[in-house]
């Protein structure tokens, strides 16, 4: 399989892409107290527009899910890239039950439920194990947060024959 430079942004723009898909029509509450559509953001949150003073939806970055890139190795000549994702999501529940760990379990769950299905990604990347996830183990009320370490398989790149 041939595969250009640009494979590991690729991974990340997939892992962006497949989060709003799965989460297409999910809602979740922001920390105005609206129910919106969970974002997806590729490697970091944005930077903070608009004023303090009057904040809308598109001024708040909650509810979300980031993906982020840590690190990658390749073992052999041969093999492809091993790549860790770091995946962040963070929901706001001001509700004084404290159920807005759920709300992370459940979309936990859903990232989980995807890979287990089916592991590939954009065809062009695989989900390896260990599948990882946590919660956060900090009292951030109303905000709470977990996360997934995913392991994906970045494909080789084939060498190029020099008696071609």
Same mark, same amino acid.
């Given at each position: ?8 942004? !690729?991974?990340?723009? +997939?892992?962006?892409?497949? #989060? ?23 490697? +970091? ?7 303090? !003073? ?5 001024? $708040?970055?909650?509810?979300?899910? %980031? +993906?982020?890139?840590?690190?990658? @190795? ?10 860790? %994702?770091? $995946? ?22 859903? $990232?989980?439920?995807? #890979? ?7 065809? @062009? #990347? ?9 919660? +956060? ?14 392991? #994906? ?5 084939? @060498? ?5």
């Amino acid at each position: 399989m041939s595969i250009d430079a640009g494979t590991l942004v !690729d991974l990340e723009q +997939s892992l962006t892409a497949e #989060f709003n898909r799965i989460f297409e029509g999910k809602t979740y509450y922001n920390s105005l107290g609206h129910a919106v559509p969970l974002r997806a953001y590729t490697h +970091s949150l944005p930077v903070k527009q608009g004023s303090d !003073d009057e904040p809308t939806d598109a001024d $708040v970055p909650e509810p979300y899910i %980031v +993906s982020e890139i840590q690190n990658g @190795k390749k073992a052999t000549e041969d093999d492809g890239h091993e790549v860790n %994702v770091a $995946v962040i999501i963070c929901v706001c529940d001001d509700n004084t039950a404290r159920h807005g760990h759920q709300d992370i379990l459940a979309i936990i769950g859903r $990232v989980l439920e995807r #890979f287990g299905k089916r592991p590939d990604l954009a065809g @062009k #990347f695989n989900l390896r194990h260990p599948l990882e996830w946590t919660l +956060s183990d900090e009292d951030t009320y109303p905000y709470y947060y977990g996360g997934l370490l995913l392991h #994906f398989e970045v494909p080789a790149i084939e @060498k190029e024959d020099a008696l071609a």
